[in-house]
């Protein structure tokens, strides 16, 4: 099994790349966090990979980062979640991005991501709710936030508010999250807005 490759990056495209090692050019598909690492042709490249085995095909996933290849791995792991769309899920979000969502039983988020509709999102959030410490990036505090923001009602009555303005229940959620639950639903959402102006 394949697990990392090290060697001469020979040429690169916007989803792949072909890394020489010992005189064979293996080439890998890799997400767009990873093409923003990925060096000038000539230089040394290091991936992380994984190898898809297919009755028709070999493929090998490149990722620039053991976080991203762990995501990638679990997320690929939910039926129906092949290794395009496990790529493309990391191509449009972080791990801790895509666990934030899973916490926040927020799937419409994930449907942002190429080939990634409602009731795969909604099968994604399903099959990993339970396996979020599987994620080596998982922001654990943002997590806990977004379980605070589920504490009171007005908690409650603010995120709703702020997913019925257009946010995301992720967004509402964290931003509420970070405020002192003690206020208002009134209060709540006034600074949570001015939060979520600025870009959480």
Do not use: H, W
Not at 22 to 29: A, D, I, N, Q, T
Not at 90 to 101: G, M, N, V
Not at 175 to 196: H, P, Y
């Amino acid at each position: 099994m394949l697990s990392t490759l090290r060697g001469k990056l020979l040429f690169n495209d916007t989803n792949s790349v072909i890394i020489e090692c010992g005189g064979v050019g293996f080439k890998c598909f890799i997400t767009k966090k990873t093409l923003s690492a990925v060096p000038r042709i000539g230089e040394e490249l290091f991936l992380y990979t994984y190898l898809s085995v297919k009755e028709d095909a070999l493929d090998l996933y490149g990722f620039a980062e053991l976080e991203e290849l762990e995501a990638y791995k679990l997320v690929t792991s939910v039926s129906g979640v092949g290794p395009k769309i496990g790529i493309a899920l990391l191509s449009e979000f972080t791990a801790s991005e895509i666990s934030l969502y899973i916490a926040s039983n927020d799937a419409k988020m994930l449907t942002r991501a190429a080939g990634v509709g409602l009731k795969l999102a909604q099968r994604i959030v399903l099959e990993l709710k339970d396996k979020l410490g599987s994620f080596t990036g998982t922001d654990t505090d943002a997590i806990a936030t977004v379980g605070n923001a589920s504490i009171n009602s007005n908690s409650k009555e603010a995120v709703a508010a702020l997913v019925s303005l257009g946010f995301s229940q992720s967004e509402a959620s964290l931003a509420i999250g970070k405020l002192d639950q003690a206020l208002s639903a009134e209060e709540l959402i006034k600074l949570a807005l001015k939060t979520l102006s600025r870009g959480i």
